[in-house]
């Protein structure tokens, strides 16, 4: 089992809806200063908790691993990964381990960024591309979904490991053959990396949210 889901969170009224959050949650809100990052923070736990509770999975216990990637403690065989940029979160949510990433696509982005901390063909790679900007976002979404997927973030090096985008989007040298679902979102690039293919995602609107 895996879903994925995003939602546009511009229109979510934190005035109604953050007494509705856990207290863990609540915090994290509140340590945001400006008001669309407070709005990124609840809006992905809402939809966390919308695809759980498709799920009947109630009354989750969440803690966080050794190198930051969340999880949920008193269910077996659950797993989630959230995301969000621009005015998008994303979630998905499986019976086995999952990364996922959204990204606004920028496109006055340095793409230096590439050739700095990306693998030499994947660079050659975005540098010849028709559109090195979309290109480049292509290779962010995959690489950090796959880097949230072993649980390590950031603490994997972007260098450490390449995509391959072929016929079939692949991660070289795999041992686990790994599945990599690429979308794109009118502005925004979204990536799976999980150990099964995701054939689409579920577009929900704030208030989908808070129906049961």
Same mark, same amino acid.
């Given at each position: 089992?895996? #879903?994925?889901?995003? @939602?546009?969170?511009?229109?979510?009224?934190?005035?109604?809806?953050?007494?509705?959050?856990?207290?863990?949650?609540?915090?994290?809100?509140?340590?945001?200063?400006?008001?669309?990052? #407070?709005?990124?923070?609840?809006?992905? &736990? =809402?939809?966390?908790?919308?695809?759980?509770? %498709?799920? @009947?999975?109630?009354?989750?216990?969440?803690? !966080?691993? +050794?190198?930051?990637? $969340? &999880?949920?403690?008193?269910?077996?065989?659950?797993? =989630?990964?959230?995301?969000?940029?621009?005015?998008?979160?994303? @979630?998905?949510?499986?019976?086995? %381990?999952?990364?996922?990433?959204? +990204?606004? !696509? *920028?496109?006055?982005?340095?793409?230096?960024? $590439?050739?700095?901390?990306? =693998? /030499?063909? +994947?660079?050659? /790679? !975005?540098?010849?591309?028709?559109?090195?900007?979309?290109?480049?976002?292509?290779?962010?979404?995959?690489?950090?979904?796959?880097?949230?997927?072993?649980?390590?973030?950031?603490?994997?090096?972007? *260098?450490?490991?390449?995509? !391959?985008?072929?016929?079939?989007?692949?991660?070289?040298?795999?041992?686990?053959?790994?599945?990599?679902?690429?979308?794109?979102?009118?502005?925004?690039?979204? $990536?799976?990396?999980?150990?099964?293919?995701?054939? *689409?995602?579920?577009?929900?609107?704030?208030?989908?949210? =808070?129906?049961?």
């Amino acid at each position: 089992m895996i #879903k994925v889901a995003y @939602c546009n969170i511009d229109e979510l009224d934190l005035s109604k809806t953050y007494g509705l959050l856990p207290e863990t949650r609540k915090n994290k809100v509140d340590n945001f200063k400006f008001e669309k990052d #407070k709005k990124l923070s609840a809006g992905a &736990y =809402f939809l966390l908790d919308k695809l759980l509770k %498709e799920e @009947c999975i109630e009354n989750p216990i969440f803690e !966080i691993g +050794e190198f930051g990637k $969340a &999880y949920i403690s008193n269910y077996e065989n659950i797993y =989630f990964n959230l995301s969000h940029s621009g005015k998008l979160v994303a @979630c998905a949510i499986s019976d086995r %381990e999952v990364g996922l990433d959204i +990204e606004l !696509i *920028d496109y006055s982005i340095e793409l230096d960024i $590439a050739k700095n901390f990306f =693998f /030499n063909s +994947e660079y050659k /790679n !975005i540098i010849k591309s028709k559109n090195p900007q979309d290109e480049f976002f292509r290779y962010w979404v995959l690489k950090e979904s796959y880097m949230k997927y072993t649980g390590l973030g950031f603490n994997l090096d972007l *260098d450490k490991f390449e995509i !391959i985008l072929d016929k079939e989007i692949r991660l070289k040298n795999d041992n686990d053959d790994l599945k990599f679902s690429l979308f794109d979102l009118n502005d925004y690039k979204l $990536a799976v990396c999980a150990k099964s293919n995701v054939k *689409d995602v579920i577009k929900y609107s704030v208030d989908d949210l =808070f129906q049961i």
